[in-house]
């Protein structure tokens, strides 16, 4: 069973920038890929960003450009740099990794963007 730990969330002014990390409790080297998903309240969870373990990477539309990820197979950690966040970006953001049939998901972090 693995277990994923997400931190650095917190309240952010518009415009602000935030990290947030999550840590794997196994290795995440061969994992086939790791993401970051987002559920605002009353809306189903989406995906925000995800990393394969070649490091091929996808977005959102609606955060390309302003949101990074990327990945420490040595820490076993993945990040989601969030720059210029919006209003709009507040959500409760979630980890998950997934290999083969295996589906794991952390517990959340909120984020909230002020105006």
């Known amino acids: 069973q693995v277990q994923l730990v997400e931190s650095g969330g917190g309240l952010v002014q518009a415009g602000g920038s935030l990290k947030l990390s999550c840590v794997s409790s196994?290795?995440?080297?061969?994992?086939?890929?790791m993401g970051w998903y987002r559920q605002a309240p009353g809306k189903q969870r989406e995906l925000v960003a995800r990393?394969?373990?070649?490091?091929?990477?996808n977005y959102a539309d609606s955060v390309k450009g302003r949101f990074t990820v990327s990945k420490d197979n040595v820490k076993n950690t993945v990040y989601l740099q969030m720059n210029s966040l919006k209003p709009e970006d507040t959500a409760v953001y979630y980890c998950?990794?997934?290999?083969?049939?295996?589906?794991?998901w952390g517990q959340g972090t909120q984020v909230t963007v002020s105006s």
């Open positions: 998950r990794s997934r290999l083969g049939p295996f589906d794991y």
């Open positions: 196994g290795s995440i080297f061969s994992i086939d890929s």
């Open positions: 990393i394969t373990s070649s490091g091929i990477t």
